[in-house]
């Protein structure tokens, strides 16, 4: 059988700064037909004292076709428990605009116990394939409790 080819190779070029990159190279079956996949991705990390800053660029391309993805986020703490963040996704279905699906949230992370996290977070989408209900709200919450 065919194996797929999967790998990252990520840097330190600066204390707490992260360069990496992402591949895949591999096959499908869907239907009774096998396919050909291939993913590449490029991303970066920056975290220090609860300071945060990451970003990550992708590219898909498989029998739908070619797709493109980013994100970017921002979070800084207020105190020792409680920490806020920003952040913009994208989703490109085709690399078409008229297609893509845009993200942009409003979080916030309360770290009550080592192992007690809860957090809320606010998302307006747009979502251009929707016509005119392209556009929409969300309220997301999270527990998290480590035992």
């Known amino acids: ?17 992260f360069v990496g990159f992402f591949g895949w190279h591999g096959d499908y079956i ?12 490029f991303g970066l990390k ?3 004292k609860g300071w945060t800053l990451r970003g990550e660029w992708g590219h898909g391309q498989s029998n739908l076709g070619k797709a493109d993805a980013w994100y970017v986020i921002g979070g800084m ?16 279905l085709h690399k078409s ?5 845009n993200m942009y949230s409003l979080i ?9 996290m809860f957090q809320i977070q606010y998302n307006y989408n747009n979502k251009r394939s929707l016509g005119d ?4 709200n ?6 998290y409790f480590r035992f």
């Open 1 to 17: 059988g065919k194996k797929d080819l999967i790998g990252t190779l990520q840097v330190q070029p600066i204390k707490n700064l």
């Open 133 to 136: 209900d392209a556009n929409y």
């Open 30 to 41: 869907y239907d009774g037909k096998e396919y050909s996949k291939n993913r590449y991705a």
């Open 46 to 48: 920056y975290d220090n």
């Open 108 to 116: 916030s992370n309360f770290q009550l116990h080592k192992n007690l």
């Open 77 to 92: 703490p207020v105190n020792d428990w409680w920490k806020v963040a920003a952040e913009y996704q994208c989703y490109r």
């Open 97 to 101: 605009w008229s297609n893509s699906h």
């Open 138 to 143: 969300e309220i997301w919450g999270e527990f």
